[in-house]
């Protein structure tokens, strides 16, 4: 099937019940990198997040996985506005907030918070317990019933640690705690979304299902809506009700959990599935698709389709034609892909087909072959 075997579908739309909480649309953020001597000017930029675009609805967790360096982490960042975008637009329910100032910004800034990837670093070691997570109530101007360090104590009790923590240090505490020290500081603003940003990869396996599971009780009870970074595959699959694929700062797939899990149309994604392990011995399986080749360089990613170098299905329109991400006919309601020739969502074929890649890695007819002659 070839990608002009579509339906009309715009990219990232969001599911039909309501407006969406965050819309973002063409995000783009490309880093300059300076040279020259003796004057400094700008000799290339590095292409971190290029044409992102996806929704999330109120409630509701998005999960963004994809390789390291492929722009998840600075997407997360660009909706928070801890980076300012090259372009695009991010709407936070309805208000554009892509280029706001910070007086602008000021009134939604409690609204949207975030989880830090490392506990150890996200935590000032000069603070106590108790002044990491007023601070932001006093910032805000916010003050609760029976007072900030009541709400405080309140706040470790629900994420799992003892009130009596207040006065400790953040060196007084395990990994696992420092960020549930974290979560209690995002919680509290009562923020209506989190964007976490892999808040479990720097714990051990344990202690991820701790961190995990607190966070889905308190999507559920308190209705916060989550952009879950990570990737860890099997987490993501738990956690998050819709997925979004990256690479190499594009979008290349966006499905409903259930439909990409089980009927990935892009072959970069079904490579992810296929490396990801399985918890029963008993259906692993020999038979992986293994990626050739590294991850290109942001700095000058190839023409067309950025997995191209990489992919066992490449022809000549991948790299002189971008795919753009639409809804292809077979596809479930909402499952957008981003290939000129996608997947069937058949493993068996597709793994034969990659091995066969693989095996014709050196001859000049193959993928990355004819990339390094473009």
Known sequence: MSAEQTLSKPAGQAPASGTPLLEVEGLTKHFPVMGGFPFKRQVGAVQ???????????????????????????????????????????????????????????????????????PYSSLNPRHTVGTIITNPMEINGINPPGGRAARAKELLEIVGLN???????????????????????ALSLNPKLIIADEPVSALDVSIQAQVVNLLQGLQRDMGIAFVFIAHDL?????????????????????????SLYNKPRHPYTHALLSAAPDA??????????????????????????????????????CATEEPPLVQLSGSAEGHLTACHFPEDGSTTDSVRVAKAGAKAEAKPEVPEARATKD
């Open 234 to 258: 099997s987490i993501v699959r738990h956690f998050s009700q819709r997925v979004t694929v990256m690479y190499l700062g594009k979008v290349v797939e966006i499905a409903d959990r259930d």
């Open 280 to 317: 029963d011995p008993d259906n692993e399986s020999a038979d992986r698709i293994r990626l050739t080749g590294d991850v290109p360089s942001p700095l000058n990613p190839p023409s067309g389709c950025r997995f191209r170098t990489r992919c066992w299905k490449a022809q000549e329109k």
């Open 48 to 118: 971190a997040v290029d044409n992102v675009s996806f929704t999330v609805g109120a409630g509701e967790s998005l999960g963004l996985v994809g390789e390291s360096g492929c722009g998840k982490s600075t997407t997360g960042r660009l909706v928070t506005r801890l980076y300012e975008p090259t372009s695009g637009s991010i709407k936070y329910n309805g208000q554009e907030i892509a280029h706001a100032s910070r007086k602008e910004l000021a009134p939604i800034r409690s609204e949207i918070q975030m989880i830090f990837q490392d």
């Open 163 to 185: 009130p009596e923590h207040y006065n400790r240090f953040p060196h007084e505490f395990s990994g696992g705690q420092r960020q549930r020290i974290g979560v209690a500081r």
